[in-house]
């Protein structure tokens, strides 16, 4: 058991580094072909962040553990609004969002999350929706690329460095996932709970560690639009490419319980994010509420994992 706990450690470690290295070589060619840097953070280093959650989600519909997929997602989508805004807001000592968040990217993310709600209510994805979501998905990066492409920025030449540093990253992101997923199965059959709900609360929070780390460096720069956007498109890519890529690949489980608990918390807490952000500024004492929050995520899902419960 606790080998098992101490290779999962170093599997996630693995996984949440390989990513770092990736989103870093992704963010100079993104620059390199003239795109801005907010949209960079909310496309490029938003779905990079997000590549811990995809790798392991494919991992696990190959490994026996499908339930892993939705539980990712719907834990991550939780993890990001509840702790990563909420601790960004609480060490960026308050969020100042000096840009219409309102206008593209929140109504997505709105879209995205009673979309998932809705498509898992007779507990499966079905190829067509999966591929409604991949579409959607290119919907919002044309729009978003569109919007952001800036003439005026400064184009860095890209050498063979960063090419090979995105692809070992994603090398790695891919071994990392698959021994943090067969870690994961070890340790919840030694407990005696699901995968589900160790994917919705240790792994979700695992992954969610590059989305912690670059919230909060850019929140301390000062740059609170890419803190901002960081969050908002992380948790539209793992709904709308986390959900679909590994459907189209292979049928997922959906647990019941995932309607029970899971997926109206999701929705009610990207409710929540939409509503701190009207007065474009969201405080500290908003984000420790956050942080709140997500202590009754966390002790709601163990609660229910428990034996008798």
Same mark, same amino acid.
């Given at each position: ?48 962040t997000?590549l ?8 696990? /519909?190959?490994?026996? %553990? @499908?339930?892993?997929? !939705?539980?990712?997602? *719907?834990? +991550?989508?939780?993890?990001?609004? $509840? ?8 060490v ?5 969002l ?54 005026d ?30 870690? /994961?199965?070890?340790? %919840? @059959?030694?407990?005696? !709970?699901?995968?589900? *709900?160790? +994917?919705?609360?240790?792994?979700? $929070? ?6 912690v ?29 986390v ?18 608990f ?48």
């Amino acid at each position: 058991m606790f080998l098992s706990i101490i290779l999962f450690i170093v599997s996630l470690a693995v996984l949440v580094f390989a990513s770092d290295w990736f989103i870093g070589a992704a963010e100079k060619i993104g620059l390199g072909l003239g795109i801005s840097p907010f949209v960079i953070g909310v496309t490029i280093v938003a779905f990079g962040t997000s590549l811990p959650e995809l790798a392991t989600s494919i991992s696990g /519909i190959y490994n026996g %553990a @499908s339930d892993v997929v !939705i539980g990712n997602v *719907v834990g +991550s989508n939780i993890t990001n609004i $509840l702790l990563v805004l909420g601790m960004t807001a609480v060490v960026g000592k308050g969020i100042d969002l000096n840009f219409n968040v309102m206008q593209n990217d929140m109504p997505m993310l709105f879209a995205s999350a009673f979309i998932l709600y809705f498509m898992i209510q007779d507990l499966s994805v079905t190829n067509v929706e999966a591929i409604i979501l991949l579409m959607m998905l290119v919907v919002f990066l044309i729009n978003s690329v569109k919007s952001g492409t800036d003439d005026d920025v400064e184009k860095e030449r890209v050498g063979l460095k960063t090419w090979g540093m995105l692809i070992l990253g994603g090398v790695l992101v891919y071994v990392g996932a698959e021994f943090t997923l067969v870690y /994961i199965k070890e340790i %919840a @059959s030694m407990i005696g !709970i699901s995968t589900y *709900v160790v +994917s919705v609360t240790v792994v979700a $929070l695992g992954t969610s560690l590059p989305e912690v780390v670059v919230s909060i460096a850019a929140a301390r720069r000062g740059q609170h639009a890419i803190a901002v956007g960081n969050v908002l498109g992380s948790n539209i890519f793992n709904t709308f490419a986390v959900i679909s890529i590994p459907t189209l690949l292979k049928s997922i489980e959906i647990p019941a319980k995932t309607l029970e608990f899971g997926a109206p918390m999701m929705v009610a807490v990207t409710i929540l994010f939409g509503m701190v952000c009207i007065s474009k500024k969201i405080t500290r004492w908003e984000g420790m509420t956050l942080l709140i929050f997500y202590v009754f995520f966390i002790y709601q899902c163990v609660s229910q994992a428990l034996p008798g419960q």
